[in-house]
């Protein structure tokens, strides 16, 4: 079945340092990949998405690509702040109406 | 635009009590309708989904129910909670495709279950 694998952490970084969380998936064909993040005690936000190979989503300084060659789906941002801290969630969909999600990565950023 | 909305919040309820979580959509129709629960610390399950009107499809054998009275209201249920059911709700949904491509979930706000 559709499955992702994602860098679980805890990531912690200082602000202004370079972020990238790793997430993998494993698909029949071609999925929609998403990042999804959860600030503490709310739900989730989607972040970007990407639809089709090679697409980039970005939004908010972060970026992933959709690399169907590596089935990987990174994502990166260049210069953290203290309010990206929180539980970022990487995921796909496709055509069984569900989103299959990874089990989220920390990351808590230091003044 | 639309909005979906869940609640209660928070919610502390004794070992052996019933269980009625709701959520409603506005602003679109016919989504497809989802229930999640996050553990502490941990993912993303999924409970229940529904891609119509009593069209419930169960993902994990547990003490909990849900149903689809309307189309755009999701209900969570149980008849007696245990106390591993304590956890972080999600409902969300989503339009299912959109010109072939599956489309992205939008998430409601949560309720906070602790079993005591």
């Known amino acids: 079945g559709n499955s992702v694998t994602q860098m679980e952490g805890p990531v912690t970084l200082s602000e202004e340092a370079f972020l990238t969380i790793n997430c993998t998936y494993t698909?029949?064909?071609?999925?929609?990949l998403f990042w999804y993040v959860q600030y503490p005690g709310e739900g989730l936000q989607l972040l970007l998405k990407?639809?089709?190979?090679?697409d980039k989503g970005s939004n908010k300084g972060f970026e992933a690509t959709y690399r169907k060659e590596t089935t990987s789906f990174h994502l990166e941002k260049g210069s953290v702040q203290v309010s990206d801290s929180a539980v970022y969630f990487c995921?796909?969909?496709?055509?069984?109406?569900?989103?299959?999600f990874g089990a989220g990565t920390t990351v808590t950023v230091r003044a | 635009s639309q909005t979906i909305h869940q609640w209660p919040a928070t919610l502390v309820q004794p070992v052996g009590s019933p269980l009625s979580l709701e959520c409603t959509v506005e602003?679109?129709?016919?989504?497809?309708l989802y229930w999640y629960r996050q553990a502490a610390g941990r993912g993303l399950q999924l409970l229940f989904y529904?891609?119509?009107?009593?069209?419930i499809s169960s993902e994990v054998p547990q003490n909990l129910s849900a149903s689809r009275p309307q189309d755009r209201q999701f209900i969570l249920s149980s008849k007696k909670l245990l106390l591993s059911d304590s956890g972080f709700y999600l409902c969300?949904?989503?339009?299912?495709?959109?010109?072939?491509?599956?489309?992205?979930?939008?998430f409601g706000q949560g309720t906070r279950l602790t079993v005591v």
């Open positions: 969300a949904w989503s339009v299912g495709f959109l010109r072939g491509t599956a489309t992205e979930a939008f």
């Open positions: 698909a029949t064909g071609y999925p929609s």
């Open positions: 990407a639809t089709k190979a090679d």
């Open positions: 995921a796909l969909s496709k055509n069984d109406y569900k989103l299959s």
């Open positions: 602003g679109t129709s016919n989504p497809n």
């Open positions: 529904s891609v119509g009107i009593g069209q």
